[in-house]
């Protein structure tokens, strides 16, 4: 029940302290949000349901790939050193199918692409470092990595079953990796305002 409270919270934050709101790549955290927030209630209510299960997963996929658009620049960055770590990616995303395959059943398709999304907003997340400052990336980065832990947890959960204080630890890092998210893109563009007043 705490979830969509968390990302309500983080919803006014954002609002409340981006600098350009009119901004398109803002407004792709606003919808992430948003789509956080939806997939968040509905899964409280989808009990049995498949259709309701469905659409929690459509909108947390949905939701990375807006955060997705908003990391991602044009600025060059090194090939080779993403290799090591998309290989990590791919491998945990491997190992996550394989643990749930017998479990997933019609879901596997969409549970595949959620896993996808996920690979795709942490590379998004990790190419960051060559364009925006530390501060930012490292917040951004570390709340993307806690996001993917409390979604292994999640999807565990979903599709094999309870592990010890599975809810409190899905929570904890879910809630902090989108605080970390949150305010990293915000410190972001604060420190872009003020590079643009010293100049």
Same mark, same amino acid.
């Given at each position: 029940m705490?979830k969509p409270?968390?990302?309500?919270v983080?919803l006014?934050?954002f609002y409340c302290?981006?600098?350009?709101?009119s901004?398109k790549k803002n407004?792709?955290?606003?919808?992430?949000?948003?789509?956080f927030?939806l *997939?968040?209630l509905?899964?409280?209510?989808? %009990?049995?349901?498949?259709?309701?299960? *469905?659409?929690?997963?459509?909108f947390?996929?949905?939701?990375?790939?807006?955060?997705s658009?908003k990391?991602?620049?044009?600025?060059?960055?090194?090939?080779?050193s993403l290799?090591?770590?998309?290989?990590?990616?791919f491998?945990y995303t491997?190992? &996550?199918t394989?643990?749930l395959?017998?479990?997933l059943?019609?879901?596997?398709?969409p549970?595949?692409? +959620?896993f996808?999304?996920?690979?795709? &907003?942490?590379?998004f997340a990790?190419?960051r470092?060559v364009?925006?400052?530390?501060?930012?990336?490292?917040?951004?980065?570390? %709340?993307?990595l806690?996001y993917a832990?409390? $979604? %292994?947890?999640?999807?565990?959960?979903?599709?094999?079953?309870?592990f010890?204080?599975q $809810?409190?630890?899905s929570?904890?890092?879910? =809630?902090?990796?989108?605080?970390?998210i949150?305010? =990293?893109?915000?410190?972001e563009k $604060?420190?872009?305002l003020?590079?643009?007043?010293? +100049?």
């Amino acid at each position: 029940m705490s979830k969509p409270w968390v990302t309500l919270v983080l919803l006014c934050y954002f609002y409340c302290h981006v600098i350009n709101k009119s901004d398109k790549k803002n407004k792709m955290v606003f919808w992430a949000l948003v789509s956080f927030l939806l *997939g968040d209630l509905i899964i409280i209510l989808k %009990g049995d349901s498949l259709v309701l299960l *469905g659409l929690t997963i459509l909108f947390f996929t949905a939701a990375k790939l807006f955060l997705s658009f908003k990391f991602s620049h044009s600025k060059d960055f090194s090939v080779s050193s993403l290799i090591p770590f998309t290989s990590v990616l791919f491998i945990y995303t491997v190992f &996550m199918t394989w643990f749930l395959y017998d479990h997933l059943n019609d879901f596997f398709v969409p549970a595949l692409l +959620s896993f996808f999304t996920s690979l795709l &907003m942490l590379q998004f997340a990790f190419l960051r470092q060559v364009a925006f400052n530390k501060k930012s990336f490292k917040f951004v980065f570390l %709340g993307v990595l806690a996001y993917a832990v409390s $979604e %292994g947890m999640q999807a565990i959960q979903l599709f094999k079953g309870m592990f010890p204080m599975q $809810e409190f630890l899905s929570t904890l890092f879910y =809630g902090s990796g989108l605080y970390a998210i949150v305010f =990293g893109l915000i410190n972001e563009k $604060e420190i872009e305002l003020a590079q643009i007043q010293d +100049s």
